[in-house]
């Protein structure tokens, strides 16, 4: 990318104290990321392998253990009033049923909520509306004395989206954000993402669990295993082509892939206790079939770390398909 990217993680690591006399908990190991302007990179990978506490962290949320992260070339400033700005560029979309919607407030007030806490001088009224015309619930002022029992899930989910834009962000980071949605409405809200992309140009950190999902929204994906991006690359590329057998494990089992599921084996992944050598070493099955072996790389496998990926936003972090490709 010959452009800054607009938000960039660099040498990230995000490390938690250990529960209960456990050893410290490296959640983020390590991650290099680049988002430009008008991009969607999805970040994928496993439940627990350190998706949220990456968005948490370049949202500013979760102060990095050593790394940083800059926004147009500005490293982050922590302190609360730099903060407190940084996150009115950058917005947080969580999926509502988390409880982004506070059940007693209406429409109106969920969306006017931010921009009363950024303090916006302008016509509050007509900058809700706005929003939630954007956000494709329209008319808007049918909505606006609505409470969130009485949407559906995915009206909801564009309130929730509407109160983002309504301080016109940069940059969104979505964290599952159609994770609890019914397909035909996923799509929808997916759409909706694409369209807020082409007509404010505006970029996108989408978070899921779902490469499918990355396939019909992002322009780029990063797939996270145990704190790490072990392979990234635009989509089309990664998605068609895996080169890294964990990201050739998850498109298996999609129901369009046409290939046998390949069915992960060994520990879920612990940050707690990160493998030497490749930390998917004890789950690969290119090293438990022998594939490894026959490359020449499976010693190298069980006891040589890889090198984190750099930001330009493609590679693989494997020694055989680093032998092999
Ligand atoms: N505040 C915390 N304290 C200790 N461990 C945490 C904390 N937050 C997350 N973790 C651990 O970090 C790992 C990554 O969690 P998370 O970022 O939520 O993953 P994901 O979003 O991919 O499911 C998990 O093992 C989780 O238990
Ligand atoms: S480095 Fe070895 S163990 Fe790790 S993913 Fe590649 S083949 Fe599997
Ligand atoms: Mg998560």
Known sequence: MTTTPLLSAAGLHVAFPGRRGRPTARAVDGVDLDIGAGEIVALVGESGCGKTTLARSLLGLVPPTSGRVTFGGQPLD?????????????????????????????????????????????????????????????????????????????????????????LEPELIVADEPVASLDASVRGEILALLLRLRDELGLSALVVTHDLGLAWN?????????????VEAGPVEEVLTAPRHPYTQALLSVLPESGNAPVVLTGEPPDPSRIPTGCRFHARCQILSSGEAARAGVADLCRTRDLPVLGSAGAGVACHWAGASG
């Open 217 to 229: 929204i992002a322009d780029r994906v990063a797939v996270m295993y145990l704190g790490r991006i």
């Open 78 to 166: 922590y302190a609360s009033r730099a903060l407190k700005r940084y996150r009115k560029r950058v917005q947080l979309v969580l999926q509502d049923p988390s409880g982004s919607l506070n059940p007693r407030h209406t429409v109106y007030d969920a969306v006017a909520e931010g921009l009363r806490i950024h303090g916006y001088a302008g016509d509050e009224r007509a900058a809700v509306a706005e929003a939630l015309s954007r956000a494709g619930l329209r008319p808007p002022e049918r909505f606006f004395l609505r409470y969130p029992h009485e949407l559906s899930g995915g009206q909801r989910q564009r309130v929730v989206i509407a109160g983002a834009l309504a």
